[in-house]
């Protein structure tokens, strides 16, 4: 509610039962100092406002951060803090509802009649479908593949940080010193899981070591953002602050509010988009594989043969990482646990 309505509701209520301000205030849950606030015309917001409109139906897209960087780079004295109350108060933003320790996200159904046709934001749908939500007009989704839509991509830094522990703690001291390296990121999505591999294994091996990393998806909307390595500041989660200052950039002027990863990491970094549901492309072999969080989303048959298409890809001895909430019991034999999730091949 506007300052503006507050004043109107507090004075209705006192024409209406003759009450003293004060009480008016307190019945209607409104703080005086809220009554002496007179807002004052302001054109440019006005404009930045009117601006949002015009960008989320010419650009086709729909999502504040992209009309925030348009924004700015139109020269729009745009901060974030604004330009986000001016597009809350536009009624662009999703309402959404989320549950800390659950996945239960609930988004309801955007009305613009200034945009009927706009294209919704990938990360709505895909929150959406991930959590059972069905849609009567999907045709309007024009710009992403099936594999796009299909996709989950919930990821965060360090994610399940025991399993990084045991890398930096177990394999890496394992590892014959100036030997090259490799691991493969199996599900990467939007690349978190592949920069915090690049930050522990700079810290072991060296910002310049012998190691390299492979990212792959079926997604190649999410291997797009992996591949720039650029994220928002509120996707911190997980990152400890040590390594937001020694591995990332952090963007001015038109990139402000988000962080870039290191060029130095990046470079021991590659993706490329596969489909684990089928015969995998000469990729080579790795040292260790993680495959988190993706077998929860597959039946028995198709987990066996997943796992024995990636189990070909371990060199002798190496480690193939399983989500926690995963288990390959009765799903292939030639890997043997070391370690609840964690398992190797034999040498």
Known sequence: MTPQAKREAVAAMQEKSGISLRRACRLAGISRT?????????????????????????RRRFGYRRIHVLLRREGHRADHKRVFRLYRNAKLAVPQRKRRRGIAVERHPLTLPEA?????????????????????????????????????????FFREEAHFDFLRGTVIPQHPSGQPFDIWSAASSTGEEIYTLCMVMADEMGVNGNWSI????????????????????????????????????????????????????RKHTRFMQINLNTALPDIGRFHVVFLRNVMIYFD?????????????????GGYLIVGHSESLNGINETVKPVKPTIYRLSE
């Not at 809220?34 to 009117?50: D, M, R, S």
């Not at 919704?120 to 939500?133: E, I, K, P, Q, T």
């Open 34 to 58: 809220v009554l002496a606030y007179e807002p004052k015309a302001n054109l440019e917001n006005e404009a930045i406002q009117g601006r949002m409109i015009e960008l989320a139906t010419e």
């Open 116 to 156: 009927p046709n706009l294209v919704w934001s990938m990360d709505f749908v895909m929150d959406a479908l991930s959590n059972g939500r069905r849609f009567k007009c999907l045709d309007i989704v024009d710009d992403c593949t099936r594999e796009d839509l299909l996709t989950t991509n919930e990821t965060y």
């Open 214 to 265: 492979l990212g792959s998806d079926i997604s190649t909307h999410v291997l797009g953002i992996a591949r720039r390595g650029q994220y928002w500041l509120d996707r911190t989660r997980g990152l400890p602050q040590e390594y937001l200052k020694k591995y990332c950039l952090k963007g001015v002027r038109s990139q402000e509010g988000s962080f870039l990863i290191a060029p130095e990491l």
């Open 300 to 316: 028995n048959d198709t987990k066996r043969k997943v796992v024995a298409r990636i189990v070909e890809k371990l060199r002798p």
